[in-house]
Nanobody, 127 residues
Framework: QVQLVESGGGSVQTGGSLRLSCAASGYTYTSYSMGWFRQPPGKEREGVAAIDSDGSTNYADSVKGRFTISQDNAKNTLYLQMNSLKPEDTAMYYC?????????????????????WGQGTQVTVSS
């Protein structure tokens, strides 16, 4: 059974940095996409960054140049390095995994294409 466990959230001031981690276990996909999503209070879940098993990445425009997604295959861990954080980055952050969509050039930021989710980790950025 697939399990995803996020960690690394917290409270920071504007301009600060955090690194989120997502420890994955139990999946048997050899080709997959993994992504970070966030849900601000009272708003819909949105894609932040995604990475394929072949290393292709995709970022939401709002985080390009500030966030970096990476994976350590030896540790089965997904990361999200978040720099220059803004108050509008405040949200619950979730990692997710799904099968690789070979029709796409880059991994999807559409949460409907992901099948397993972690429990989330809160990120709060104060001004």
């Amino acid at each position: 059974q697939v399990q995803l466990v996020e960690s690394g959230g917290g409270s920071v001031q504007t301009g600060g940095s955090l690194r989120l981690s997502c420890a994955a276990s139990g999946y048997t996909y050899t080709s997959y996409s993994m992504g970070w999503f966030r849900q601000p209070p009272g708003k819909e879940r949105e894609g932040v960054a995604a990475i394929d098993s072949d290393g292709s990445t995709n970022y939401a425009d709002s985080v390009k140049g500030r966030f970096t997604i990476s994976q350590d295959n030896a540790k089965n861990t997904l990361y999200l390095q978040m720099n220059s954080l803004k108050p509008e980055d405040t949200a619950m952050y979730y990692c997710a995994i799904g099968p690789l969509n070979r029709l796409r050039v880059e991994p999807s930021l559409n949460y409907n294409e992901y099948v397993k989710w972690g429990q989330g980790t809160q990120v709060t950025v104060s001004s």
